[in-house]
């Protein structure tokens, strides 16, 4: 059996594991696992913080057409004819004659 084959074998047998080099071996797999773990858990939160983006994201546009519609309502509420509609159903309306200025000329 060549060498390339004996390592093959030996590897999926996991000699590698129980022979006088095991405790170097044994570390590096200790450290794979942990970076392996560590991969696994920041990739968890990443998605975690990309749904709550999208909910955001969602949130605002909501809340952004309500603002929009709102401030539509209020232009139409300040406009002098609904200003007047709304006076007129409680008996006032709009002077024909325009409004006089008064001075006050204080006497020294």
Known sequence: MSKTKQTF?????GKF????DAQKNWGFIIFLTAL??????SSH????KV???????KEKRELR???VATRSDLMKLKM?????KKLAENGLFI????????KVRIKE
């Not at 749904?51 to 994201?57: G, K, M, S």
């Not at 002077?95 to 008064?102: D, E, F, G, L, N």
Request: zero cysteines; charged letters at 15%.
């Open 9 to 13: 074998y030996n590897i999926l047998k």
């Open 17 to 20: 594991l129980v022979d006088e």
């Open 36 to 41: 392996a773990l560590l991969m696994i858990s």
């Open 45 to 48: 939160q990443i998605d975690k």
């Open 51 to 57: 749904q709550q983006i999208a909910v955001l994201n």
């Open 65 to 67: 057409s309500q603002f």
């Open 80 to 84: 002098e004819s609904s200003i007047s």
């Open 95 to 102: 002077s024909q004659t325009p409004p006089q200025k008064i």
